[in-house]
């Protein structure tokens, strides 16, 4: 099997779980890891074509992650003084920083970088 057919796998059960909330779009925004490339992203949207899915964006996980920090503590925000956010993903074999600044009815990514081959598993390497 192809990775996209793996991938469109994973995106027919979520699109299955959305069915069964009574969720009946096929419209989704997919994440992916900040360093994707074009190659990676494309990927992406051949296994979204594959699952049925119309995929409306494709959007850096770390952006997404934004997203819904804003969502949930908009309430909280100004535009007089912004609230700077620092997100960090230290996955297995990956570091992503994301530095934003939150205002009442906007955000702005002020930094994002990620280094793939900077992750957990050689902070463990070292500890061992």
């Known amino acids: 099997m192809r990775p996209e057919q793996v991938m469109a796998f994973s995106l027919q059960k979520i ?25 990676e992203r494309r990927a992406y ?21 934004a997203l819904q920090y804003g969502q949930r503590n908009k309430g909280e925000f100004i535009d007089q003084a912004p609230r700077t956010v620092c997100f960090v993903d230290v996955g297995h074999s990956y570091v992503s920083l994301t530095l934003v600044n939150f205002f009442a009815k906007k955000a702005t990514i002020l930094y994002q970088n990620s280094m793939r081959n900077l992750g957990a598993r050689d902070i463990d390497y070292l500890l061992y």
């Open 15 to 39: 699109n299955n779980s959305f069915i069964k909330d009574g969720k009946t779009s096929n419209d989704m925004v997919i994440s992916v890891p900040p360093y994707a490339n074009h190659t």
């Open 45 to 65: 949207l051949d296994a979204a074509k594959i699952a049925g899915i119309n995929c409306l964006r494709l959007m850096n996980d770390s952006s997404a992650t």
